[in-house]
């Protein structure tokens, strides 16, 4: 896979699947609304559990973006303990996951010249996340806290939806669970009712292919590795 496939738009579900990545950064290009009108329509069709649909979201732009930005920003420089109110990593990363997690980070240091040990430089990168990398569309998605795991696994369905219409449409994502651990801040922007939970933010918008980040290719488990077959 190769950066000329990332820039057109996907012609089939499995082209928008292979050349799906969570990219970090993005040009200021406009994206239209109704674009984001019909990714947002179209990813609804998600299936959900007696067609509960989970999801809620608010999408940014303009002030918008730049308030809940600054807000999130604001309490990450002043060094404010974040806390997700649901958790989304284990307590202790173990095997194998703890391999993939260290090496997807480091790839990623690497491309960038961030040594190990260099916190001022990873912080500055993690800092990214709060600019949504630089897109012109952000949004926050968010649920309601008295649902259970089956809402949350429908709710995943739904972010695949969405990040592949992006795809269909030339446009890129980056789903990002950061913001989980500045909800407050988030909530200090937005009009969040106290029963809706953040699920996750993410990045929206046209990649910008100049930036070495968006190079990354993570790797995948070959099939063998995660499927069992009985006969």
Not at 22 to 38: E, I, M, P, Y
Not at 98 to 107: A, E, I, T
Request: proline share 5%; charged share 25%.
């Amino acid at each position: 896979m190769n950066n000329a496939d990332l820039t057109q738009p996907a012609a089939a579900v499995s082209d928008a699947v292979q050349t799906r990545r969570s990219l970090r950064a993005f040009t200021d290009q406009a994206v239209s609304g109704d674009v984001l009108h019909k990714i947002f329509s179209n990813a609804a069709r998600a299936p959900s559990g007696t067609n509960m649909q989970p999801w809620r979201v608010y999408l940014l732009s303009g002030d918008s973006l730049a308030s809940v930005s600054s807000k999130v920003l604001a309490a990450y420089d002043n060094d404010e303990p974040g806390e997700a109110e649901e958790p989304y990593y284990p307590d202790r990363f173990f095997e194998p996951y703890l391999s993939r997690r260290r090496k997807v980070g480091w790839d990623l240091y690497s491309l960038l010249g961030i040594e190990k040990g260099n916190k001022k430089k990873m912080k500055a990168q993690h800092r990214r996340n709060f600019e949504f990398f630089g897109a012109p569309v952000g949004a926050i998605f968010t649920i309601h806290r008295d649902l259970n795991t089956g809402s949350w696994l429908d709710y995943g369905m739904f972010l695949q939806n969405v990040m592949l219409l992006a795809r269909e449409a030339g446009l890129h994502t980056c789903p990002q669970a950061a913001f989980c651990d500045y909800h407050k801040a988030i909530r200090s922007a937005l009009p969040l009712p106290d029963e809706e939970v953040v699920v996750c933010g993410m990045s929206i918008g046209f990649a910008d292919f100049e930036a070495v980040e968006n190079s990354l290719i993570t790797e995948r488990e070959p099939v063998s590795g995660f499927v069992t077959v009985l006969d």
